[in-house]
């Protein structure tokens, strides 16, 4: 990366303090190529000055962080918190808030099928498994983090995708692609119709709720203080199905659960003319239809080849209008590059720093201590 690139991206932003970003913005780190471990992409982040980290607990994990290959077996969530690379990311001591794209070993165990859609799955004793998986989940954070400051959120991938063929705006606006996802609908998600995969889903996010708040009550019995473990199902249509008329999470299932947030993957609102504004006016619809205004957007980030050096401008635009609507927490996609066009890393494909990345150590760490000032 050529040195006045990096001078041009310190010098034309309006540099924020640690204090100012530290707090709310985090970072994911969950797939790219560079990494063969999840704790190194965290204590990277550590090292930035970021305090908020959002990481992928699933029986995909060896694949997700580049360790291995295969399914994890004997997977639950509380076993993944145990494996070594796991427990040495959430014990980082620099990192307070972890969001969690957390799937479980009832649903996802096998790394094929996708049963947190299937509301014939919601069996009596499929239910009472799931629900124990998060209480024991929420019990084990809870116990091991209780003399910390650290907070645990568990979210998910963009449910409006994951249930329209994981391209829900495709499907609400382009007539082809939707034709596509319903013929191989029942093969993909083995229910009929996204209107089945969205039963599933409620039936999902009511399992996994209840599972956290009897993983909270358990704890409490126990004589552990405070609430450790939160819940934040992900959105990422606020328009495109509901203005075209199609179920959405935010308007057909939201409204049915308990939650303590909901994470917004905002690139619908972002990729607008004016992201500023746009992202705005969004999480007022979305604290409309939720009646909360504890929103996080669980995903924002701009890609190098496609918007150049807008990627900069855009993103600090994109932080101060979520900041200033007061989200709990906004989550920059993604720590590492994951190939030439998926871009969008504070590092590149080799681990050096891109320009998102020298925005975000001059605005988290000292800019007269930033490396390209002693080249």
């Known amino acids: 990366m050529k040195r006045a690139l990096l001078l041009w991206v310190m010098s034309s932003i309006a540099v924020a303090s640690s204090g ?3 707090p ?3 970072f994911y780190n969950w797939g790219g190529r560079y990494p063969t471990s999840m704790s190194e992409g965290v204590e990277r982040i550590a090292q930035l000055g970021g305090h908020v980290v959002r990481i992928a607990l699933s029986p995909t994990y060896y694949t997700d962080y580049n360790s291995g290959s295969g399914c994890y077996p004997g997977y639950s969530l509380s076993a993944i918190a145990r494996e070594a690379d796991v427990k040495r990311t959430l ?3 620099s990192v307070t808030v972890f969001v969690l794209t957390a799937y479980d070993g009832v649903t996802f165990g096998d790394c094929i099928n996708q049963r947190w859609v299937n509301p014939s799955f919601y069996t009596s004793d499929n239910t009472a498994a799931l629900v124990q998986e998060y209480s024991d989940f929420t019990l084990y954070l809870s116990r091991e983090y209780q003399h910390t400051k650290k907070r645990f959120i568990v979210s998910d991938w963009e449910d409006d995708n994951a249930v329209y063929c994981d391209a829900a705006n495709a499907y609400a606006t382009d007539a082809h692609a939707r034709s596509e996802c319903d013929a191989i609908y029942a ?3 083995k229910n009929s119709s996204p209107a089945e995969s969205f039963q ?3 039936l999902w996010f009511q399992a996994r709720q209840q599972g956290i708040a009897e993983g909270r009550s358990r704890a409490a019995a126990e004589g552990i203080k405070g609430t450790r473990v939160f819940f934040a199902p992900e959105f990422n249509s606020v328009h495109a ?3 075209a008329g199609f179920l959405s999470v935010l308007y057909d299932v939201l409204p049915a659960v308990i939650v303590d947030y909901v994470s917004y993957s905002a690139y619908e609102s972002i990729n607008a003319a004016d992201p500023a504004t746009t992202l705005t006016a969004d999480l007022n619809t979305i604290r409309e239809v ?3 205004s504890a929103v996080i957007v669980g995903e924002a980030g701009f890609s ?3 918007w150049g050096d807008q990627a900069v401008l855009r993103t600090e635009a994109v932080i101060a209008a979520a900041q200033a609507w007061g989200v709990a927490y906004i989550i920059q996609w993604n720590l590492y590059d994951s190939d030439p066009q998926d871009d969008f890393g504070l590092f590149d494909l080799d681990g050096n720093v891109t320009p998102i990345g020298a925005y975000f150590e001059s605005t988290l760490t000292s800019v007269r201590n930033h490396p390209v000032f002693s080249q």
């Open 241 to 243: 199905l509901h203005d």
């Open 200 to 202: 599933g889903l409620k």
């Open 24 to 26: 709310t913005v985090g």
């Open 304 to 306: 190098r080849s496609e």
């Open 20 to 22: 100012s970003l530290a």
């Open 290 to 292: 939720v009646g909360s």
């Open 187 to 189: 093969v993909k998600y």
């Open 91 to 93: 014990d980082n001591k």
